[in-house]
């Protein structure tokens, strides 16, 4: 019986003061510990603009009128990336002017002549004949390049969408067309296949300008 009345005063025995303490001290230790906040760090447009392929050197990053870092003014990644895009469209198109445009003053099916410089060769053949080819091939590369824009009725990051910028899930340039398989698989091969169409089309932006100048001045066929 007096094991049994001990055992029974221990089992409902109040608890002892130093537990109650002790679980006092870790709900209050609980309750007053900080809550970590996660800051997430500004963007930084020029490092941004730093990472993407086509810089090298001697010049490095080039940005002189301050396209990426524009003071106190915000520059988006989505702004950066409409940037970009804007300059390998007209790189590319620069490339085929560059070999174009001396071919067709030897051989062009829309022009009127092959004698007279390119410069000027458009404006001596009907126009029923030359803008509606030129124009509907602009066309479907427009249409195509519409879809890589952001949505003007969108949200990005809560705010809206800034008129003229890119998706940012879209990769430069690509238009979803490798007939021939060109693209490498491996990331660094790839960035290295852009910095060489970059440089290549900027190289071919400054020789059509040459061209037309030069036309323009003289006058003549260049060969």
Known sequence: MLSIAAASSTSFAAPSAMAVRSTRTNVMMQEAAPVEEVVIPP??????????????????????????????????????????????KHARVAMLAAVGFPLA????????????????????TPLQTFWPVVVGVIAIAEVFSVFTFQNPASYVNGEPAEPWTMRLDHQAGDLGFDPMGLK???PKEFAEMQTKELNNGRLAMIA???MVVQEGITGAKLF
Request: charged share 25%; net charge negative.
């Open 43 to 88: 963007f930084d447009s020029k490092k941004f603009a730093e990472s993407l392929p086509g810089i090298t050197g001697p010049l490095g990053f080039f940005d002189p009128l301050g396209f990426c870092t524009s003071g106190d003014e915000k520059v988006s990644e989505a702004k950066i990336r409409f940037y970009r895009e804007v300059e390998l």
């Open 105 to 124: 003053e030897q051989f062009h099916p829309l022009f009127a002549t092959d004698d007279a410089p390119s410069f000027m060769a458009f404006q001596q």
């Open 184 to 186: 490498p698989t491996d």
């Open 208 to 210: 059509i300008a040459g």
